[in-house]
Structures are given as C-alpha cells and as structure tokens.
C-alpha cells in the first residue's frame, strides 16, 4: 500500500515562503506522477501542481504559475512544493496525490493515492 506523507505547511506572512515535502513509501516511487492539489473552505479541491514520475514535465495551476515549483528526488521518495509571494488566498490545505496515469492527475480527477494533507495559512 502506497503511503503520502506531507510536512511542512504552517502559519506564514503574506509574501512568505514555505516548502512542503510529501515523502512516499510502500510503492515505486519512480513509476508515479506527483501532484499537489489544495482545498480551502468552502472552495472545491483545486490542482496546485504536477510533476511527471521522470521529472521532465511540470503543470501548474493559473493562480500559482511563476510562484510556485514543483520538484523530486527519486532517490529520497520525496516531492516537494516550494511557495514563494504567497498570498492570502494561498491559505488552504494542501494534499499530495500519486498516480500511474498522468492525464489523470493533471486534469484534477479522482486519483490512486492521498495524503492526509498539511495546512498552509498565509496572514495578510
């Protein structure tokens, strides 16, 4: 069974930074896209960002592109998101998600693994 688990997120400043690391065990690390999605209150689950299991493709989301990078060791099982300028409405919790299939992943739908999520709140 295929473990997610995130640290990292916290209380920071507006225009703060942070970097969120989602370590994964019980699977092939390397045979996984990765990707962060958020959910703040009340708001549907929105993907932040995606990265391909060879790490040669990126997505990102329209409200975190320039903002946000997506990485990975393979060698760690480890992904991580580093959120720079982070803004009020950044505040959320933030969700890591594996899948075999990137299309899936990408395109926010119902993917094979979750973690338990790490909140991120941004004061303005």
């Known amino acids: 069974q295929v473990q997610l688990v995130e640290s990292g997120g916290g209380l920071v400043q507006s225009g703060g930074s942070l970097r969120l690391s989602c370590a994964v065990s019980?699977?092939?690390?390397?045979?996984?896209?990765m990707g962060w999605f958020r959910q703040a209150p009340g708001k549907e689950r929105e993907v932040v960002a995606v990265?391909?299991?060879?790490?040669?493709?990126?997505y990102y989301g329209d409200s975190v592109e320039g903002r946000f990078t997506i990485s990975r060791d393979n060698a760690k099982n480890t992904v991580y998101l580093q959120v720079n300028s982070l803004k009020a409405e950044d505040t959320a919790a933030y969700y890591c998600?594996?899948?075999?299939?990137?299309?899936?992943?990408?395109?926010?739908?119902?993917?094979?693994?979750w973690g338990k999520g790490t909140l991120v709140t941004v004061s303005s």
């Open positions: 998600a594996a899948d075999r299939y990137y299309g899936r992943i990408a395109g926010g739908g119902e993917v094979e693994y």
């Open positions: 019980g699977g092939t690390f390397s045979r996984y896209n």
């Open positions: 990265i391909k299991w060879s790490g040669g493709t990126t």
